[in-house]
C-alpha cells in the first residue's frame, strides 16, 4: 500500500514536470523567434566603434543568434547535443562571457588596442567544450561551469565598473543584469548537480531568459542610447598624467570651432573620436583630455551639443523641414536619440521647442 502511494506520487510528480516542460517549451519557440529577428536588426545596426569593437559586437550577437537557433532546434526535437554539436553548442556558451567581457572592454577604453594575451580567454571555453563533447557523461558538468565562466567574467566587468564610480547612477541597469545572470549561473550550477530530472528545463528556460535580455538590451538601445559612450567618457576622465604637456591647447581649441562652426563635421553621423582627433592631428585620448579638461565636457556631450545647437537654428528657420530630417540632418543617426540629445538639453522634445519658438 506504502508502495503504491509512493508511486503514485511520482507518476503525479512526472505528469507536473512534463506539463511544465511542454508549456516552458511553447513559451521558448516564441521567445527564441523574437530574440533571432531583434539580433538581426542589432547586427545590421551601425554603430561609430572602433574595427575590433565592432568585431567583438557583431561575433557576440552571432554567437548568441546560433545559440538560440540550436536551442530551438533541440526543444523541437530536430537536434541532440551529441559530438559535433555539443562541442559547438557548448563552445558558443562558454564564448559569450569572454567575448562581452572583451566587448565591453574595448568600448569603454576606445584605444584600447587587441594584445594577443586577449586569446587566453578563450582557452578555458575551449577545453571544457572538448570534454564535454568527447564524454557524454561530462556534458553537464562542462554546461554548468560554463555558466560559471560566464559569471566570473560578469563579476570581473561589474567590478571594473564600480571601480568608475564617479558617476554611479550610470551603472544601476549593468548591476541589475550582471547579479542576474550571476544568480542564473548558479541556479544552472545547483539545478546540474543536484537534479538531472530538472536539467530538460533548462534549456527552454535559459532560452526565454536569454529573449529577455535581448529585450533589455534593445530597451536600452532605444532609451538610452549614450550610456556606452558615457562609460566611455567616465573612463577618459581617469588621467594620471596629462597627455597635452606638448599640445597648443588654444590653438587646438580654435581649429576644433572651426571644424564645428565653418566645416561643420558634426553632421557625420559616422563622426568619433578617433576620426575627429585626426583631423586635428591629435591621439584620440588627448582630444579627450582636452574636451574634457578646457570645455568642462565628455566628448559625446560635447558633440551632441554641437549637433542640438544646429538643429535649433534649423527648427526656426526650416519650418517646412520635418523634426526627423533636421534631426538627420545634423548628424544624428535617429528619431529617439535625436529626442533623448535634445530633451537633455532643453528638457522638451524638439517639435514643442519649435511650437513656442513659432508662437513667440
Not at 539580433?39 to 574595427?51: G, I
Request: overall charge neutral; proline content about 2%.
Amino acid at each position: 500500500m506504502q508502495r503504491k502511494i509512493f508511486s503514485d506520487e511520482a507518476q503525479t510528480s512526472d505528469s507536473n514536470i512534463l506539463n511544465l516542460s511542454l508549456m516552458l517549451n511553447q513559451i521558448a519557440i516564441a521567445a527564441i523567434g523574437f530574440s533571432i529577428i531583434a539580433l538581426s536588426l542589432l547586427v545590421f545596426q551601425n554603430r561609430t566603434e572602433s574595427k575590433i569593437t565592432k568585431f567583438l559586437g557583431k561575433t557576440l550577437l552571432c554567437i548568441l543568434m546560433v545559440i538560440q537557433f540550436l536551442q530551438a532546434l533541440s526543444i523541437t526535437g530536430y537536434l541532440a547535443f551529441e559530438n559535433t554539436v555539443a562541442f559547438i553548442y557548448l563552445l558558443l556558451l562558454g564564448l559569450v562571457g569572454p567575448v562581452f567581457y572583451l566587448y565591453s572592454q574595448h568600448v569603454i577604453q576606445t584605444n584600447k588596442i587587441w594584445a594577443r594575451r586577449e586569446n587566453w580567454h578563450f582557452l578555458p571555453a575551449i577545453t571544457f567544450a572538448f570534454v564535454g563533447s568527447l564524454f557524454s557523461d561530462y556534458f553537464t558538468l562542462a554546461y554548468c561551469f560554463m555558466f560559471l565562466l560566464g559569471g566570473g567574467y560578469m563579476a570581473r566587468l561589474a567590478w571594473y565598473l564600480y571601480q568608475l564610480r564617479e558617476r554611479r547612477s550610470l551603472f544601476k541597469m549593468e548591476f541589475v543584469l550582471t547579479a542576474s545572470f550571476l544568480i542564473w549561473a548558479i541556479a544552472v550550477v545547483f539545478v546540474g548537480v543536484f537534479s538531472h530530472q530538472l536539467m530538460d528545463l533548462l534549456i527552454p528556460t535559459q532560452a526565454i531568459m536569454l529573449a529577455l535580455a535581448i529585450a533589455a538590451a534593445v530597451h536600452i538601445q532605444l532609451n538610452y542610447p549614450h550610456l556606452l559612450s558615457s562609460l566611455e567618457d567616465i573612463a577618459s576622465r581617469q588621467y594620471q598624467t596629462s597627455t597635452l604637456l606638448n599640445v597648443d591647447n588654444e590653438s587646438v581649441k580654435h581649429q576644433l570651432e572651426q571644424l564645428m562652426s565653418t566645416t561643420k563635421v558634426y553632421q557625420d553621423s559616422e563622426l568619433s573620436l578617433a576620426s575627429l582627433a585626426e583631423m586635428l592631428s591629435l591621439k584620440p585620448h588627448q582630444l579627450s583630455e582636452l574636451i574634457n579638461i578646457q570645455l568642462g565636457m565628455s566628448f559625446s556631450s560635447y558633440l551632441r551639443s554641437q549637433r542640438v545647437k544646429a538643429a535649433e537654428i534649423l527648427l526656426k528657420t526650416e519650418p517646412e523641414a520635418s523634426v526627423l530630417a533636421i534631426g538627420l540632418a545634423v548628424g544624428f543617426r535617429s528619431q529617439s536619440t535625436f529626442y533623448s540629445s535634445f530633451k537633455e538639453i532643453h528638457a522638451i522634445a524638439p517639435g514643442q521647442y519649435r511650437r513656442q519658438i513659432l508662437a513667440e
